[in-house]
């Protein structure tokens, strides 16, 4: 359940964070940012990003367990 819920977060962490950084006109690097288009909306999204902000967010709720 744990892993789920830090899914989530991981997603919404990536989220904001490539949205910030894809604002400036940057690809961030090792971060890959990439924009992809959701029904005519441009989304900005990182896969390196999204895993690790999933794996610290599990990671900080199997400590808090």
Do not use: C, D, R
Request: hydrophobic share 55%.
């Amino acid at each position: 359940m744990s892993l789920l819920k830090a899914i989530l977060l991981g997603a919404i962490l990536t989220f904001v964070v490539s949205g910030t950084i894809w604002a400036g006109q940057s690809t961030g690097g090792f971060l890959n940012i990439h924009e992809f288009a959701v029904q005519g909306h441009y989304v900005a999204w990182s896969w390196p990003l999204f895993i690790a902000g999933t794996g610290l967010s599990w990671g900080i709720m199997l400590m808090m367990k």
